[in-house]
């Protein structure tokens, strides 16, 4: 890794691999750097991208590998970034096992790390009948009971948008209730009925959500959970490079900020995928990695003038 790379992708997910994959054909010196770690891993399959309509997360990354491997100026690496500083006109880009490369551009595409409820059982089922997203998630529990574990203005919005897959919804809010009157008659005006008692245990069966289970001992049958769940960048090296965040929003409280060609605030620069997104998709992240290649190229070609 001594040759200077055009562009150094930190992360291997959709984003990722999608700007390598554009980077590849546009003949571009790449290296993509990827630790293997993708927070949708333990998904049961992607859903609504087109082609890959409940595929495994890692099917599709292995098959965005395998397209790599025919392009000769692309490198992919196992590992993790852990540093990068700017080095004559590009960055110096040092790994976690010592290793060191070169690179003119930076695309950081390392994804999101979710924080979701502190509740036992909960990590246990996440991506499969415990979600975040029914877009992705609510078409494989339609028709079943479920629950919303959230409060306030999330529940609500929550709750109402899940109604589209199953009639059976119960908000969950644990306690105690941030949920105001007028809220809750909206609710059960929707025949959505709301639960204040301290949720203490997701129940499995077979690894699918058969109950919840509430601190006094009574156990309400469900069989998918919509939580909500607040995004983090998974690696500091966007703090550390010191590039500007956006403010926390309804998602995500550690999104980049950067501007239609996504440039961050710092130059040479560039996020792609969940790193700066308020809407975490697989297909999102495909297009942002796709749109960020190309704005990495016509950057490489304004310099070389």
């Known amino acids: 890794m001594d040759e200077i790379s055009d562009c150094v992708i930190v992360g291997g997910g959709a984003a990722g691999l999608s700007a390598a994959l554009v980077l590849g054909r546009a ?4 290296l993509l750097v990827d630790a293997g770690a993708q927070s949708n891993l333990s998904a049961h399959g992607i859903g609504g991208l087109l082609g890959f309509d409940g595929v495994p997360p890692a099917q599709l990354y292995a098959q965005g590998r395998r397209e790599l491997a025919r392009y000769p100026s692309v490198t992919v690496h196992h590992g993790e970034v852990v540093a990068a500083t700017p080095d004559e006109g590009g960055f110096a880009v040092t790994l976690a096992d010592g290793g060191r490369a070169r690179s003119r551009l930076l695309l950081l595409a390392a994804g999101m790390r979710y924080a979701c409820p502190d509740v ?118 966007a703090a550390r490079l010191g590039v500007r965040f956006a403010g926390p929003g309804p998602v995500s409280a550690e999104s980049i900020d950067v501007d239609p060609f996504y440039r961050t605030s710092v130059p040479g620069v560039f996020a792609a995928g969940d790193v700066c997104a308020q809407l975490p998709q697989v297909a999102a992240a495909i297009a942002a990695g796709s749109g960020a290649a190309a704005s990495v190229v016509r950057t490489l070609m304004e310099e070389q003038r």
């Open 120 to 237: 036992p059982g909960v990590q246990e089922l996440w991506g499969t009948s415990v979600f975040h997203c029914p877009f992705c998630h609510g078409w494989e529990v339609r028709d079943q009971p479920l629950a919303v574990l959230a409060d306030g203005e999330q529940a609500v919005h929550k709750a109402l948008l899940l109604q589209g897959w199953s009639s059976d919804v119960v908000v969950l809010t644990s306690g105690p209730p941030r949920i105001p009157d007028s809220d809750r008659d909206r609710l059960a005006a929707a025949g959505i009925r709301v639960d204040d008692r301290a949720v203490v245990r997701a129940i499995a069966e077979d690894g699918t959500l058969a109950a919840v289970e509430f601190a006094d001992g009574d156990r309400l049958p469900r069989r998918g959970l919509l939580v909500s769940a607040t995004l983090y960048q998974r690696s500091p090296l």
């Open 27 to 30: 003949r571009r010196r790449t």
